[in-house]
Structures are given as structure tokens and as C-alpha cells.
């Protein structure tokens, strides 16, 4: 207590037990006792009375209730966040088995069927590359 030890406050016991006698210093530490707990007290009665109150159980509910709401909506947007990214992965991947399929050249027969059906044979994807013409291309034809 106070960085005093045990023969710290003997020898303060015996000093004041000297200078102030045996009768007075009985006196001076019922008054010291009951100083302490009159002070220990009135901190109980200080804590019981701000925890205790109305004001202070209502904004503890309040912020509870708080609580569970951000907890809810929080797991809600992740539930939802969660189901459109899947979504448009789900999209992405059929869009890109899509052009998978489109990029294909079609076959013989597509192409037989097509033209007697009098439509126009579907291009063929050219890359780029080869779409682009050099000068010495078109010189040499």
C-alpha cells in the first residue's frame, strides 16, 4: 500500500503511539477507520446509484439492440453479396462457354444446310492479324 511495508508502518504505529499517547492514538484510529469506511460507502452507494439508474439500463438495452440490428444486416449483405458474385460468376462462365461455342467454325453441313435454305453461310473469325493488309500486299496483287 503506498510502496510502505510491514515495518514501515509499525515503526509510524509506534511513533505516533509515542508522541501522541495510548488514549489519543485508540482515538485517532477509530476516527481513521471510520473515515475509511464511511469513504468505501459512499463509493458503493456512487456505483449503485449511476448503474442502477433507468437512464443507464435503457441505453445499455439500446445499444444491445443496436448491436444484434448491425449484426443482422451485416450477415444479411454478406448473404447477398455472396449470392451476386456467384451470380455473376454463373454468368461470366456461361457467356464465356458461350463464345467458346460461337468461336467454332461451322461445319460442313451447317454450312450446306444454310445455303440451301438460301441464308448466307456465317464468317469466319478472322484475328486480326491476318485481316491487316501491308503495302507489299496489295502491290504484289
Partial sequence: ???IGPQELLL???LILLVFGP???AGMAR???RFASGAQNTVEDFKSEILGSEEVKEARRSVGEVKSE???SVAQFKDETRHSVEK???EVDSSIEGEERDSDPPTEDETHQLTERGEPPPEEKVPP??????REQVEKE
Fill in 1 to 3: 500500500m503506498f510502496g
Fill in 12 to 14: 509510524i504505529g509506534l
Fill in 23 to 25: 488514549a489519543k492514538a
Fill in 31 to 33: 476516527d481513521l477507520g
Fill in 70 to 72: 448491425i449484426t443482422t
Fill in 88 to 90: 455473376l460468376k454463373d
Fill in 129 to 134: 492479324a491476318a485481316a491487316t493488309t501491308t
